[in-house]
């Protein structure tokens, strides 16, 4: 997948790193949830639009795959792409790279619930959102198939 957009970067700091001196499963966490909020703001959806509709978001699965340790000192960015939306839920992967080498630390497939923010409950995600999110993944195939020729 080559249309990945940027949605974090950022330095592994010693208070992000176990007792072994590893970047820990808080840190690898921590990273990728702002990664998503920024997706989820490309997206259109940030905190004065769930404010506004009453709407919100909630993170509902999640795999992680560590691929390579991170230490202090390390710089990352999270590049980010949209793997589905369904009627009420947005699938998103992202890949955690380590500046220096190139190489993928960790990816996270993430499934989000759009959710009525009162009752609780989850709602259909709105069709400005869902047009935006088929305008990415058009993106996204065109640039798969383009580096496929």
């Not at 949209?82 to 955690?96: N, R």
């Not at 989000?112 to 996204?140: F, G, S, T, W, Y």
Request: net charge neutral; aromatic share 8%; charged share 25%.
């Amino acid at each position: 997948m080559s249309e990945w957009k940027i949605t974090y970067r950022g330095i592994v700091y010693p208070w992000h790193c176990d007792h072994m001196g590893h970047m820990n499963v808080m840190g690898y966490a921590g990273k990728f949830d702002e990664a998503c909020w920024q997706f989820l703001t490309l997206l259109g959806l940030n905190p004065s639009r769930f404010k506004q509709d009453g709407s919100a978001m909630a993170a509902v699965e999640q795999h992680v795959q560590y691929k390579r340790e991170l230490h202090a000192g390390d710089a990352v960015t999270i590049q980010s792409a949209l793997l589905e939306v369904k009627d009420k839920s947005i699938h998103m992967l992202h890949k955690m790279v380590h500046d220096g080498s190139g190489e993928v630390a960790a990816t996270t497939v993430i499934v989000a619930v759009h959710l009525d923010a009162k009752i609780r409950r989850a709602i259909r995600v709105p069709d400005d959102v869902r047009q935006k999110a088929m305008e990415m993944k058009e993106q996204q195939v065109a640039a798969f198939q383009e580096g496929c020729a």
